[in-house]
């Protein structure tokens, strides 16, 4: 069974950046894209940007310009940078991968930003 090895959360100030890493056990094949989700407290999760298996990227809105995802397939690792943080962008941040084939989701257990104003 894959597991997603979500890191890089913490405490940092608005303004500031952080860069969260999600690691897979072992390479996943079938990859439609690689995602990044978040849920902040008493709201949905809502997805924040997609990679897909042609490199092809898209963001929310809310974080166009601030927000980079990235993707290393040797190391079966998607990366989300986050400059210029806001009060607004605390969360759990969940990666997803999405799949062609079984079992077609596979989830991080999530890593909590919070961004202090």
């Known amino acids: 069974q894959v597991q997603l090895v979500e890191s890089g959360g913490g405490l940092v100030q608005a303004g500031g950046s952080l860069r969260l890493s999600c690691a897979a056990s072992r390479r996943i094949f079938g990859i439609n894209a690689m995602n990044w989700y978040r849920q902040a407290p008493g709201k949905q999760r809502e997805l924040v940007a997609t990679?897909?298996?042609?490199?092809?990227?898209n963001y929310t809105n809310s974080v166009k310009d601030r927000f980079t995802i990235s993707r290393d397939a040797a190391k079966n690792t998607v990366y989300l940078q986050m400059n210029s943080l806001k009060p607004e962008d605390t969360a759990v941040y969940y990666c997803?991968?999405?799949?062609?084939?079984?079992?077609?989701?596979?989830w991080g257990q999530g890593t909590q930003v919070t961004v202090s104003s």
């Open positions: 990679i897909t298996s042609r490199s092809v990227t």
């Open positions: 997803n991968v999405d799949t062609a084939i079984t079992p077609y989701n596979y």
